[in-house]
């Protein structure tokens, strides 16, 4: 591990600026993780999520002389992340995968996969189906929220909504989610979503 990693983030913005690349990779090694997790709970597709993820990275390194510091890095970078996520939802062009059905099966036994895992990875398909129907006022504070466990005023200030706002979306976008996943367990005749795990 590089010293660089163990520097806080406007540290390495300075030092970056002051001409150490180190300093630039150990922001990209840092945040990449979190923004393909943005990225993927908004465009619910894993090649999707590392495109706009990459891209993303590739705005920060544009941007980065224009970061002002009037923000937290990460606050700065998640929605330059979260811009550019939300223009590919908006284009025409975006190619759609699409979500399992209702009523898919659950997987298969693969012999190479414990049925917890195989299980798992259902279920987390399933999850990311349902986070993808909810409207975009609530999959994305729920998605900064609970993938990259940020707080309400973080997220306020990102979405540019009042703290009460930010509380009300995120909120309202868990309770949606459940309720999915709870119309979902009763369709397959299960008695809850704890059946599923």
Same mark, same amino acid.
């Given at each position: 591990?590089?010293?660089?990693?163990?520097?806080?983030?406007? @540290?390495?913005?300075? !030092?970056?600026?002051? $001409?150490?690349? @180190?300093?630039? @990779?150990?922001?990209?090694?840092?945040?990449?993780?979190?923004?393909?997790? %943005?990225?993927?709970? =908004?465009?619910?597709?894993?090649?999707? !999520?590392?495109?706009?993820?990459?891209?993303?990275?590739?705005?920060?390194?544009?941007? %980065?002389?224009?970061?002002? $510091?009037?923000?937290?890095?990460?606050? #700065?970078?998640?929605?330059?992340?979260?811009? @550019?996520?939300?223009? *590919?939802?908006?284009?025409?062009?975006?190619?759609?995968?699409?979500?399992?059905?209702?009523?898919?099966?659950?997987?298969?036994?693969?012999?190479?996969?414990?049925?917890?895992?195989?299980?798992?990875?259902?279920?987390?398909?399933? =999850?990311?189906?349902?986070?993808?129907?909810?409207?975009?006022?609530? *999959?994305?504070?729920?998605?900064?929220?609970?993938?990259?466990? %940020?707080?309400? *005023?973080?997220?306020?200030?990102?979405?540019?909504?009042?703290?009460?706002?930010?509380?009300?979306?995120?909120?309202?976008?868990?309770?949606?989610? *459940?309720?999915? =996943?709870?119309?979902?367990?009763?369709?397959? $005749?299960?008695?809850? #979503?704890?059946?599923?795990?």
């Amino acid at each position: 591990m590089s010293e660089a990693a163990n520097l806080d983030d406007e @540290t390495l913005v300075a !030092a970056y600026r002051s $001409g150490d690349d @180190t300093a630039l @990779t150990a922001l990209v090694e840092r945040h990449q993780p979190p923004v393909y997790r %943005l990225a993927l709970g =908004v465009l619910a597709s894993p090649q999707e !999520a590392e495109d706009a993820a990459q891209e993303a990275m590739i705005a920060m390194f544009s941007s %980065l002389p224009r970061f002002r $510091g009037e923000s937290a890095f990460s606050t #700065w970078l998640y929605r330059l992340a979260l811009n @550019t996520c939300l223009k *590919r939802r908006r284009s025409p062009s975006r190619r759609r995968e699409a979500p399992l059905p209702d009523d898919a099966p659950l997987p298969a036994a693969d012999p190479s996969l414990p049925d917890a895992q195989a299980g798992r990875a259902w279920l987390r398909d399933r =999850v990311a189906a349902f986070l993808a129907a909810l409207p975009d006022a609530y *999959r994305v504070p729920v998605v900064l929220s609970d993938a990259l466990n %940020l707080g309400a *005023r973080e997220i306020a200030d990102m979405l540019d909504l009042s703290l009460p706002a930010a509380k009300a979306r995120i909120l309202r976008g868990r309770r949606h989610l *459940r309720d999915e =996943v709870e119309r979902y367990c009763q369709s397959a $005749g299960l008695s809850g #979503w704890r059946e599923l795990l």
